[in-house]
T-cell receptor, first 115, second 114 residues
């Protein structure tokens, strides 16, 4: 059972364009939704995260949009740059014993930004 | 401190051999996590420690797997009698206990079982 479904599997965007990656979750107990960026040969790095009490969070060129009723959230990368080319993972976790420690990841989206 | 480090970065072993990986977390982090990532998949949670105590183990962690974190600092993950299905990237992450949702990952150890 895949608890976090991510799409698309791969995405090609021109420099300066907007990259949009979508995720859907099933477990309504999830209450923390991070996005991770992974470059080849590196571990995932936390990019931005949101909790369900807000519908949008923006940090620089990266924005998370969250739709609690639809159980969906998405990552928007504005003014995409070739340096943004990486694999992006959405994840979700629920509070257990007072902390959100177990991350459930989507399968990832390979983003290529062409110059 | 430059972040979470893992050694070795790559390990090739024959089926049936035992392997051990090491993770050194960020020094002030008292929580340490192990994840497994196979090709085309996101990381999957295996287990986590708070200080030296192992608090949860995923059912993905079969009896052939054992993890330790003596003295609450570095951690080791041992796989006994390796199988080809164990081939994967093994990722370690760490965090503070009060912000366990902000996990910092190491570069991983890529295991290939031939």
């Amino acid at each position: 059972q895949q608890q976090v479904k991510q799409s698309p599997q791969s995405l090609i965007v021109q420099k300066g364009g907007i990259s949009i990656i979508n995720c859907a979750y099933e477990n309504t107990a999830f209450d923390y939704f991070p996005w991770y960026q992974q470059f080849p040969g590196k571990g995932p790095a936390l990019l931005i995260a949101i909790r369900p009490d807000v519908s949008e969070k923006k940090e620089g060129r990266f924005t998370i949009s969250f739709n609690k009723s639809a159980k969906q959230f998405s990552l928007h990368i504005m003014d995409s740059q070739p340096g943004d080319s990486a694999t992006y993972f959405c994840a979700a976790s629920k509070n257990s014993g007072g902390s959100n420690y177990k991350l459930t990841f989507g399968k990832g989206t390979l983003l290529t930004v062409n110059p | 401190d430059t972040g979470v480090s893992q050694n070795p970065r790559h390990k090739i072993t024959k089926r049936g051999q035992n392997v051990t990986f090491r993770c050194d977390p960020i020094s002030e982090h008292n929580r340490l996590y192990w994840y497994r990532q196979t090709l085309g998949q996101g990381p999957e949670f295996l287990t986590y420690f708070q200080n030296e105590a192992q608090l949860e183990k995923s059912r993905l962690l079969s009896d052939r797997f054992s993890a330790e974190r003596p003295k609450g600092s570095f951690s080791t993950l041992e796989i006994q009698r390796t199988e080809q299905g164990d081939s994967a990237m093994y990722l370690c992450a760490s965090s503070q206990w009060f912000s366990s949702y902000e996990q910092y990952f190491g570069p991983g150890t890529r295991l290939t079982v031939t």
